[in-house]
């Protein structure tokens, strides 16, 4: 199988300095046995700006799951290349991978992945302590960021003692801790009634007017219209690429 560098030949060259997620014929290859191979994602070419606000839509078994942990520096291509914030990451080993996804990523899934007998200030501390910060800076760090969420009157509050909004708004101050360049948000309404479900996205609106590039991963089109570019996977490969009517407004 062709290395990541002979999948493009000796004309690689770096990303557009604006450009924080670019992947060029980037391939995702399961093996089944048998000699049968299934190919998840099929030359996947996508570019992503700093501070664009992008929904990543596709049915089940598209691929966007499987685009979403390459994205996320969560997996690694099986071909092609995947740039991130200038740095070629595709050919990454796992310690290199968890390293960058620490301190470039911020994770917001649907189903929250809180700690269930932490308090919601030890949950979002998490990260800073993978990352070596000390003691007294990441609570402070911590601390603020609960506070930039809503959630100040909450920190010492466990998931089990918050509603459905209350731990996705933890879970958002966990991915922010960090300061990372991109917030990677899976599905982040599924679990949520549609009333907090619409306050979680417009505390996503307000992460992207600060500067965050968000990339939104969902199968449902409302919520793919809070963001201002959708790009459509099907069968492993972009099947469209539209700026939706918040963008054109």
Known sequence: M???AESVGTKRQAPPPDCVICTEDLWKTYDMGSEQQVNALSGVNISIKRNE?????????????????LIGCLDSPTKGIYWLNGQLVSELDDDELARIRNKE???V?????????????H???????YAGVPAA????RARQTLISVGMGERMSHKPNELSGGQRQRVAIARALVNRPSIILADEP?????????NEIMALLDELHAKGNTIVLVTHEHDIAEFAHRVIHIRDGKVAGDEKTARAKS
Not at 137 to 140: D, N, P, Q, V
Not at 189 to 197: E, I, P, R, V
């Open 137 to 140: 800076e990441r609570l402070e």
């Open 53 to 69: 606000y992008v929904a990543i839509m596709g049915p089940s078994g598209s691929g966007k799951s499987t685009l979403m942990n």
């Open 109 to 121: 899934f649907q189903t929250f992945n809180l700690l269930a007998r932490a308090t919601a200030l």
């Open 123 to 129: 949950n979002v501390e998490l990260p800073l302590i």
């Open 2 to 4: 062709a290395t990541q």
């Open 105 to 107: 990523i911020g994770f």
């Open 189 to 197: 309404t599924g679990n949520l009634d549609s009333k907090t479900g």
